[in-house]
């Protein structure tokens, strides 16, 4: 078995769309970033890479290769599955959490699970997904962007 964690974080910015776990959430700006900035499966990618011993996101979608440009975390996810799936793991469990203040994610959580299962081709039983503030401190709590972690378990197969 192997543990992994996954962080990251982007700072708001006007005129993106705020997409979280591959579902746009209702909100006045979106995250900055060279792909479509979704700070969840970011932190998702970077502990399955983690597990396995492949480094992280940056190594394997550099922001200076235009074709990472506007793309779907999605399908960066699929490909990170792929990667691990040819070291011979598979996930046991994802136990997540997005730190910030606004907005209010809890609508949009069963779909965010959704996604993300789709993606790995698991169980949605085994996704979780929290959220929490940090009662108006740091950047977060001055609504200057939002920030995942991630935690997961692999076993070989």
């Known amino acids: 078995m192997r543990v992994g964690l996954g962080y990251d974080v982007h700072a708001f910015q006007a005129g993106r769309k705020l997409i979280l776990g591959g579902v746009k959430i209702d909100h006045n700006m979106g995250l900055a970033g060279h792909s479509d900035a979704d700070v969840l499966v970011h932190a998702v990618m970077d502990a399955i890479l983690g597990a396995c011993g492949l ?4 190594i394997h979608f550099p922001d200076s290769d235009k074709k990472y440009k506007d793309i779907s975390s999605l399908a960066l996810l699929d490909e990170v599955r ?8 598979s996930i046991i469990n994802i136990d ?13 959580i069963g779909n965010m699970k959704k996604n993300i299962a789709a993606t790995l081709k698991m169980d949605e039983a085994d996704i979780n997904i929290k959220a929490t503030t940090t009662e108006g401190l740091g950047f977060c709590g001055r609504e200057e962007g939002i920030a995942a972690q991630c935690i997961i378990l692999l076993e070989q197969v």
């Open 55 to 58: 480094g992280d996101i940056g």
């Open 96 to 108: 997540s959490i997005l730190i910030m203040e606004k907005p209010k994610v809890s609508p949009y």
């Open 82 to 89: 792929k990667k691990m799936e040819q070291k011979g793991f």
